[in-house]
Every structure is written in structure tokens, then in C-alpha cells.
């Protein structure tokens, strides 16, 4: 049974693996509060976590294909994922898997809840919201736009599901309307009317954007102004974009028409570049040092450490304020790194704050003391779990 101080928090209870990367087979029973998981690397740690992102739509904090996941000495060409779950609509069994046909095409995700089948993964939405930080992610603010940009999108797609299919209608069009310019006498019809399309979800994507950033600016700022604060410095959140701007001070119908228009006046430009140059694609994410007033690429790898796991747990109560006040399920990998022992010690405080189920992995158990007798301890040895309580 769920935890009375845990019900403020989605959390798994128990946890099935078949055939997923280098679990043949696991099944591990949790309690609530964080669990932490130590081995040397490639031991599987990671894995784990990433089969636990399985059960939200897409492809998981790693984006891999889904035919990587497959254990590679799987007697059947099929993985699974399954867990039961208490959520905001009570205790139910989500379940996720995949398998190879054949002919060597890969065929759609199956989910179902309680055994019916008949659901998309979308439906997972009801019960179960997941966020996850990994290592590559260290690097968000001096890599390219990119990806702080599909770092921004998963923070609005957590919340605002409609956002990732607007993301990816307006790509599927961009691509489109790059082949129809490529043509030397291409139909100018056709597109315009591509271009429209394209407007109506640009202006769709910034203004989802727009409303994820300030909520989560209101939510570091509300912590920063506590009077006990947090370890993990403010962030101030700026979002660069030609559409953004428009939308900041438009109304949407005069938006996608100014967008349009300059999708128009730019023809001659991107075709002769070969791609489209304006519009949410190239749109960024610049995030600061708040109390410095420095932009994050200029800070040191510890501090930009710092800013990303504020960023996180700000999320996480952006997401706890939208999904009937429960904490989502934390995915925090390798997360000790670049982090010393105070803001280590005061991470642990914030998480346990939270009653966030957090899952938390590293190579020292001893990172983890602070955690002594408040968390489920394993150690992980290809795919073997065992108890890893701190002696």
C-alpha cells in the first residue's frame, strides 16, 4: 500500500522488466520515498531509469529507437514495461512493449492500463508524469540552441500534450515547404497554403512555450523569495524567437499573419540557403544566473550544475500545481555530479521535502549518506539488483 505522506506524489510500487537492454528479467517491489541505485558503469543503473521514462509518450530520456532497447540476448524479439502506479486516479497497472515483425519493420508501442490494450500511450497521462535529468544534459547551456530548445519542449510537453504534436506538424511541413523551394518553378498555390499551415502552428508552439516559461519563472521565483531559499541558485528565463516576440504582444490571428508574411518576404532567402531561417525551429532558451545577473554559459560547471537542478525541481512543483497537487516521478541520473557535498546534502533536503519518488543513481554509495535510513537502497551489477543499504 501507498504511504499516507507519499500520496501527495505519483510513485511506483512495483516495477516488471522483460528483455529491456540488459534486464532479461526484473521485478522489484518499491517503497515509497527516494531510491537510490550504485554500480560501476554499464552496470545498468541507467537502464533502469530509462525503462521507467518508457511509460510516457515518446522515446524516453535517451530518444533511442525502439529496437535498441531489446535485450540482446532475448530469446523473442519483444521488450516490456510494466508497473503499477499510484496516481491521482488511484492504483493502476500501466504496461508498455514492443516487438519486431518479420519483415524487419518495426511495429507502434503497445500500452494498456489494467490489461486493455485498446489505449495509447497518451492515456498514461491520467496517472503517471515523469521528469528526468541525465548527464548530457550538464552540457544545456554552452551546446548548441538546439537542445535547449527541445530541453524547453519537454518541459511544456509534460503538461501540454498537444505541444510536441504541434512541434512535429510544423517540422513535417517545414520539410515540405523546403522541397517545394528547391524546385526551380514550384507551385506558389500549394505553397502558400503550406506557409498558412505553418503559421497556425508556429504561433500554436510559441504561445505554449511562452505559458510554460512563465509559470516556471513564477515557481523559482517564489522559492527565491522563501525566506530560508534554496541551495541551487535562481534562474531568470528569456526566450528568443521572431515568433515569440510576435506573440509576447499580438493577438494570434494577427501573429500566424505576420509569420506568414514573412515566410513570403524570405523565399528568395531560404531557397537559395536551402532551409527555412525563421520561425520556432531556431527559436532559444537563454537562461541566468539570477542573483549574478550572468548568462548560464559564462558560469562555472558546477554552478550551471546548479542552475539545471533548480530548473528541475522547479518543474516538478510547476507540474505538482497542474496535475491535481501531485509531484511527478524524478528520474535524476548521475546526479551527485559536479555537485559538492553542501548543495549534495541540501538536494537531498528539497527532494525529501517534496515526498517526491525520486530515483537517484551514481558509482559511491557514500554520495548517498545523507540519505541513510530515508531511502531504498541497490546496487546494480548487470541487470542484478541487490540491497544496497548504506553499513
Request: hydrophobic fraction near 40%.
Amino acid at each position: 500500500m501507498i504511504d499516507e505522506k507519499s500520496h501527495s506524489a505519483v510513485m511506483l510500487s512495483r516495477l516488471d522488466l522483460s528483455n529491456f537492454r540488459n534486464y532479461p528479467s526484473l521485478h522489484l517491489d518499491i517503497r515509497s520515498g527516494p531510491i537510490v541505485l550504485t554500480g560501476a558503469n554499464g552496470s545498468g543503473k541507467t537502464n533502469l531509469l530509462e525503462a521507467i521514462s518508457m511509460l510516457m509518450a515518446g522515446r524516453g530520456m535517451r530518444g533511442a529507437p525502439f529496437d535498441v532497447l531489446l535485450s540482446k540476448a532475448s530469446p523473442v524479439p519483444q521488450w516490456a514495461v510494466s508497473a503499477l502506479v499510484d496516481g491521482p486516479q488511484g492504483q493502476v497497472r500501466l504496461g508498455t512493449s514492443w516487438q519486431s515483425v518479420e519483415s524487419g519493420t518495426s511495429q507502434a508501442r503497445i500500452a494498456s492500463i489494467d490489461g486493455d490494450t485498446s489505449v495509447g500511450i497518451g492515456a498514461f497521462t491520467d496517472h503517471i508524469r515523469i521528469i528526468w535529468l541525465t548527464p548530457s544534459m550538464d552540457r544545456l547551456f554552452s551546446g548548441p540552441s538546439g537542445d535547449r530548445r527541445r530541453f524547453l519542449d519537454r518541459i511544456v510537453g509534460v503538461t501540454d500534450f498537444a505541444h510536441s504534436r504541434a512541434v512535429s506538424s510544423f517540422e513535417k511541413l517545414m520539410r515540405q515547404r523546403n522541397v517545394l523551394l528547391a524546385e526551380q518553378a514550384y507551385d506558389k498555390v500549394w505553397l502558400a497554403t503550406i506557409e498558412r499551415q505553418m503559421a497556425q502552428q508556429a504561433v500554436s508552439i510559441a504561445a505554449a512555450r511562452l505559458a510554460s516559461i512563465d509559470a516556471l519563472q513564477g515557481h523559482i521565483d517564489a522559492v527565491d523569495t522563501r525566506e530560508n531559499g534554496s541551495v541551487f541558485p535562481a534562474a531568470r528565463l528569456v526566450l528568443q524567437g521572431t515568433v515569440e516576440a510576435l506573440v509576447r504582444d499580438n493577438p494570434a490571428v494577427q501573429c500566424e499573419d505576420e509569420y506568414a508574411k514573412i515566410l513570403v518576404d524570405s523565399r528568395g532567402l531560404d531557397q537559395a540557403a536551402g532551409r527555412t531561417l525563421n520561425g520556432p525551429h531556431r527559436s532559444d532558451l537563454m537562461v541566468f544566473h539570477a542573483a549574478k545577473d550572468m548568462e548560464a554559459a559564462a558560469c562555472s560547471t558546477g554552478e550551471q550544475k546548479a542552475l539545471l537542478v533548480g530548473l528541475i525541481l522547479a518543474q516538478a512543483r510547476m507540474v505538482k500545481s497542474q496535475f491535481q497537487g501531485r509531484m511527478p516521478i524524478l528520474l535524476l541520473d548521475e546526479i551527485a555530479a559536479h555537485l559538492d557535498k553542501d548543495r549534495r546534502k541540501g538536494l537531498f533536503e528539497e527532494l525529501l521535502a517534496t515526498r517526491a519518488q525520486c530515483w537517484l543513481t551514481g558509482t559511491d554509495t557514500m554520495q548517498f549518506e545523507a540519505l541513510e535510513s530515508k531511502a531504498q537502497f541497490f546496487t546494480v551489477n548487470n541487470g542484478q539488483l541487490n540491497d544496497g543499504q548504506i553499513e
